[in-house]
């Protein structure tokens, strides 16, 4: 990973706008590099000025060529300033982006400062003194600046034409030259003479001035993001404008030096309008003026580029919060108003500092003669070792890295495992080359002095040494101070903000431990509340007893247990008799008083298992479930005699007497399934029984299908109440609860608890109701031994093993689910082992339903016969039959099945060992 990769953006951060094309970057490039003065320094008088730009090419191509590379490798955008700082982190990015902006703005001053010069050159009173000039210098800063902040999209073909303008006043220079050839006039330049190593010393300062000129080419890199092209492939593409660029302006150089050389005499070369003269001496004084107008254009146009680059810089910073945040604000056009304004005051901050000391130094004659000469060539000097300091940083950290960490940013593809090093290799090659020559250029600026007849070498080398001190200060000075300033102000707003933020939490924690206790009762009001209107939804108003919807939902949920468990369900439907004559006596007041207290009569009269509830007007139902229909019409039976013993007083008002009334009432009686499989059915059933009721007399019960003497009168038909086999199972109970109560009662004793072992062994529903009615039925055959034998103790064993073929014979003749019934009648004696009787079944040939009744029949029997026996012996005993006279399968389940009736503890569980035969696989 590359130093600066760890450096996270800034979250305020705006997108710049994407409007520039290859095109663009070149005519920026084109705009940066060229300088029309730069042509005059470099003349010796003779062919030998060619060479020095031939030299020349040894800094920009190196130039090119890494910058190109490290676009490619690390970054299309951010220039220098983002290339250091992913090379060697963001504090050396700092010093790069210090080292960028100087630079630019001693391009712009010189720029500006040597438009000036020829203005002066025309013009000489304009500017006659020094703070004219000074003046002149702010305005076309300021007057640059604002056309910077023009928008890009509008900004970019005025750049456009102004670099094809430059471009052509070059090559107008050297056209000038052709013409005057063409014209038969002397040709100036004379060919080179080797005069030894004086000649080399006295020339060798040129080179300096020769980098100066090349300086810039990579700058338009820094521009990167505001590429159009959205994809890193057509950003690459894009980054070829460098070469189209380093062409441009090497012609351009060779053939304006072309130009001079051969129409301006050497005396006159090292005049600052030396390409003017060329132009004016080839085409006339209109040509020349024209060719001023134009080249103030695109000194201008110079200006906004270097600006555009600049502040393109400083928001970087300000992204990287090295500058303070507000300085990468953007207009609403993308235009970088905050930056570009920070670039003008620098520009003015740095011009009013060399300007004024500058010329204390000079004598008043050369201030005279050559009004700002001073001042430019001073500047171009410091820009030129400025950027030579930063290029030679960017070099050294690529060095460095391509030793140290060749796959830091080098883009590998997936097929290459080993890195190039003939690709490495060229680079550290030309980077050297890079760094040898602008060594050297910069050195050659420090001690080879541009103004020979103003300023001495001594003299030089002092000057641009010191300002170049003060310069680099300047610019620590100014990305130092603003970033400790804006740690500073960071600092004490995080701590403002952190005791705001703490103050905040303590009100709004206390203010949510309140919010918390309010919330806490208002929950607790809502749920009383919600709890009160839920109850007053399912209970009636009068008698605070379910009402009718409640009474429904009550009655399907417990027909569905039943259904599902296997069990019965009784259904009384009550009414209230003459119960019209209350309301017309005394009034609906006292009815609904009346039906008050019978709804607490019935509430006190029935078990809390029961539900009682009000089905509408003066009827009543009660629900009890799992019981049978003998114990149905003994709890139907028991309301009716509370209901008749309840007397009930009435008063209108305190002052009245009170009224006594005796209620009584007509109940219906219906078991489920017997009488009914839903709902409806049932409801209808027990209407139809309490209206009988109220025909025999009113104050009786009638249960459907029973004669129990003193309960009820026979009902000998119920129509549609029931189907064929629940009318068949209830007249074999009723039947064997008439001959044989005791093995009625012990059939409905072993009933649930057969039903609940089947349930356990995960029985399908109808091996459930199989095995609950050969529970009630298993010993009906009793009853046809009793005819032969009216005494049963007198009867043998012979007689008495026929009662299991007598009870298959009598259930078997009831067709239906009793064909399933009647094989597990007859079985319920067979044994595991085969010893038992009537057919000697054994194992799984024995039907499931016949195996749980025999283990729950015996231990029923031991229970009853072994009162003083706990109930872990009892349990023990039919243990130890397991495998022998019991399935083990049906003793595990009948054990768990007392363990969830909680009739045995887990210590008396723990004591029951089964054999080790007949234990699970997973035991």
Request: charged fraction near 15%; charge should be neutral.
């Amino acid at each position: 990973m590359l130093a600066g990769d760890e450096i996270r953006e800034a979250p305020e951060k705006q997108k710049l706008p994407q409007e520039l094309r290859a095109r663009d970057l070149a005519a920026m490039s084109v705009l940066i590099v060229l300088y029309f003065l730069c042509v005059n320094s470099v003349q010796t008088g003779t062919l030998e000025t060619f060479s020095y730009w031939l030299i020349g090419l040894c800094f920009l191509l190196p130039s090119a060529y890494v910058s190109r590379w490290l676009s490619v490798h690390l970054s299309f955008h951010g220039g220098h300033y983002i290339w250091i700082r992913k090379l060697g982190g963001l504090r050396w990015g700092e010093i790069t982006g210090a080292f960028t902006c100087l630079y630019g703005v001693f391009v712009i001053l010189t720029i500006l400062q040597g438009a000036l010069i020829l203005i002066t050159d025309f013009e000489p009173h304009w500017f006659d003194n020094p703070l004219t000039l000074y003046c002149a210098q702010m305005f076309l800063v300021l007057f640059c600046a604002a056309l910077a902040l023009v928008p890009l999209r509008y900004l970019k073909h005025m750049l456009l034409l102004g670099a094809g303008l430059y471009i052509s006043l070059f090559l107008a220079v050297g056209a000038a030259g052709m013409w005057w050839l063409w014209q038969g006039h002397p040709f100036h330049a004379t060919w080179p003479v080797w005069h030894g190593w004086p000649s080399i010393r006295q020339h060798i300062g040129i080179y300096g001035i020769v980098m100066w000129a090349f300086m810039g080419v990579d700058w338009p890199f820094i521009m990167g993001k505001e590429v159009c092209d959205d994809n890193d492939e057509a950003r690459m593409r894009t980054g070829r404008f460098i070469w189209w660029a380093c062409a441009l302006i090497f012609v351009a150089y060779v053939i304006a030096t072309f130009g001079v050389l051969v129409v301006v005499p050497y005396e006159h070369v090292e005049a600052f309008d030396a390409m003017l003269l060329a132009v004016q001496n080839s085409f006339g004084p209109q040509a020349g003026a024209l060719f001023l107008i134009l080249l103030g254009f695109c000194q201008i146009a110079i200006s906004i580029a270097v600006f555009l680059v600049c502040s393109r810089m400083l928001i970087f910073m300000a992204y990287d919060r090295l500058l303070p945040r507000g300085i990468g604000r953007l207009s609403w056009k993308g235009a970088p108003f905050a930056s570009v304004l920070t670039l003008a005051l620098l520009c003015g901050l740095i011009f009013s500092l060399i300007y004024v000391p500058l010329y204390s130094f000079s004598s008043p004659s050369a201030w005279i003669a050559l009004p700002g000469k001073i001042v430019n060539v001073v500047l171009q000097a410091l820009a030129a070792v400025i950027w030579s300091m930063a290029t030679l940083l960017l070099y050294g950290l690529l060095i460095w890295t391509c030793i140290t960490r060749p796959r830091a940013f080098l883009r590998l593809r997936e097929r290459q495992r080993r890195v190039p090093w003939r690709i490495m290799g060229r680079v550290l090659g030309v980077t050297v080359v890079g760094v040898l020559t602008t060594l050297l250029g910069g050195i050659l600026v420090l001690t080879s002095s541009w103004i020979p007849h103003l300023l001495s070498p001594s003299h030089w080398t002092f000057t641009i040494a010191s300002f170049t001190g003060v310069v680099l200060l300047l610019g620590w000075l100014g990305a130092e101070l603003p970033r400790q300033w804006r740690l500073t102000y960071d600092l004490h707003a995080k701590n403002d903000y952190a005791r705001t933020l703490r103050s905040q939490l303590q009100k709004a924690y206390d203010e949510k431990i309140i919010l918390a206790q309010r919330q806490q009762a208002l929950l607790q009001e809502r749920d009383t509340l919600f709890r009160q209107h839920a109850q007053l939804a399912v209970t009636d108003p009068v008698t605070g007893l379910p009402n009718h919807r409640a009474l429904m939902n009550a009655l399907d949920e417990l027909l569905a247990q039943s259904r599902e468990r296997g069990e019965t369900c009784a259904l009384l439907f009550i009414d209230l008799d003459s119960f019209k004559h209350v309301n017309d006596t005394w009034g609906h007041q006292a009815g609904d008083f009346f039906l008050h207290e019978v709804g607490e009569n019935l509430r006190q009269a029935v078990s809390p298992q029961a539900v009682v509830g009000r089905y509408g007007g003066e009827e009543f139902v009660v629900i009890a479930p799992n019981i049978s229909l003998l114990q149905a019409g003994e709890l139907a039976e028991h309301v009716r005699v509370q209901l008749q013993q309840a007397l009930h007083a009435w008063s209108p008002n305190e002052h009245s007497p009170p009224v006594y009334v005796r209620l009584t009432a007509s109940t219906g009686v219906v078991l489920y399934p017997f009488h009914g499989a839903n709902r409806g059915t049932l409801l209808e059933a027990a209407d139809r029984l309490m209206y009988q009721a109220k025909q025999g007399g009113r104050n009786c019960v009638r249960i459907a299908g029973l004669d129990t003497g003193a309960l009820s009168s026979p009902v000998t038909h119920t129509g549609p109440v029931a189907s064929m086999a629940s009318l068949q199972t209830h007249a074999l109970l009723g039947l064997l609860m008439v001959k044989d109560p005791q093995l009625y009662e012990q059939g409905q004793r072993i009933a649930s608890l057969a039903v609940m072992v089947a349930r356990n062994m995960q029985s399908a529903g109808s091996m459930v109701l199989v095995t609950r009615l050969t529970a009630m039925l298993h010993d009906i055959g009793m009853l046809a031994l009793a005819d032969t034998c009216p005494l049963r103790q007198e009867a043998n064993a012979t007689d008495l093993c026929k009662h299991t073929a007598y009870g298959k014979a009598i259930v078997a003749e009831a067709g239906d689910i009793f064909s399933l019934v009647a094989p597990a009648i007859e079985a319920h004696h067979a044994r595991w082992d085969g010893l038992g009787y009537p057919h000697g079944l054994c194992g799984e040939a024995i039907p499931l339903a016949a195996r749980i009744v025999a283990v729950v029949d015996a231990y029923d029997t031991l229970c009853l016969c072994s009162t003083a026996r706990s109930e872990t012996a009892i349990c023990q005993k039919l243990v130890s039959c397991a495998g022998t006279r019991f399935d083990p399968a049906v003793i595990r389940a009948f054990l768990q099945v007392l363990q969830t009736q909680q009739r045995t503890t887990d210590a008396d569980l723990e004591a029951i060992v089964l054999p080790q035969s007949q234990r699970e696989p997973s035991e």
